[in-house]
């Protein structure tokens, strides 16, 4: 896994691979629901996760996410 999960703090942000940044709204009953941005020459807006119905475990988010980052992070 790039993050612990035990690092995972509600509020924080994290990049995937592809480059799309994560932000942990709330971890509750051991999974995360998170808003998200994808990476353009103009950022796109922060978005609902595409699995709000069925949110992921904390392990799993951990798995897809690189590395923590600044919210205001832009991707090369």
């Known amino acids: 896994m790039a ?7 509600a509020g924080k942000c994290y990049v995937t691979l592809t480059g ?5 709204g709330q971890i509750k009953d051991g999974k995360v629901i998170y808003t998200a941005r994808g990476k353009r020459l103009v950022p796109e ?3 609902p ?11 799993k988010f951990s798995s ?4 923590e980052v600044e919210c ?3 991707p090369d």
């Open 72 to 74: 205001s992070f832009e």
């Open 49 to 59: 996760g595409s699995t709000l119905a069925n949110p992921p475990t904390v392990e």
């Open 45 to 47: 807006p922060w978005s």
């Open 20 to 24: 799309q940044v994560r932000k942990i």
């Open 3 to 9: 993050v612990d999960p035990s690092d995972l703090q």
């Open 64 to 67: 897809d996410v690189e590395r």
